[in-house]
């Protein structure tokens, strides 16, 4: 196991948290403004968990993709991340919090 041979970024969250952190991927709707990073991996979208910041539905989807999560893997920790090909360059629709 590779978790046994080198410290990884998983084994790392593991030891830091308790138990292995799911990521659920946010998507913004936003286009990346450059479309050329060699990281962004569209192939790697999990739509079971995704989570469209740009839907009203956003946060019964963020907790149907942790309670997905929770059963499916017994997950407890999450961590949120922005999908592959998504960008935080454009207008925030976030309200705030009070």
Request: one cysteine or more.
């Given at each position: 196991?590779?978790?046994?041979?080198?410290?990884?970024?998983?084994?790392?969250?593991?030891?830091?948290?308790?138990?292995?952190?799911?990521?659920?991927?946010m998507s913004t709707g936003?286009?990346?403004?450059?479309?050329?990073?060699?990281?962004?991996?569209?192939?790697?979208?999990?739509?079971?968990?995704?989570?469209d910041m740009t839907k009203e539905n956003r946060l019964e989807t963020l907790e149907r993709s942790m309670n997905f999560l929770k059963n499916r893997y017994g997950n407890k920790f999450f961590a949120a991340y922005f999908q592959s090909g998504t960008s935080t360059f454009g207008k925030c629709i976030a309200k705030p919090h009070r």
């Open positions: 196991m590779l978790d046994d041979k080198i410290f990884t970024f998983n084994s790392y969250m593991k030891r830091k948290f308790g138990g292995r952190v799911a990521r659920i991927s936003f286009d990346c403004p450059w479309n050329k990073c060699i990281f962004c991996r569209k192939e790697s979208f999990s739509p079971n968990v995704s989570v």
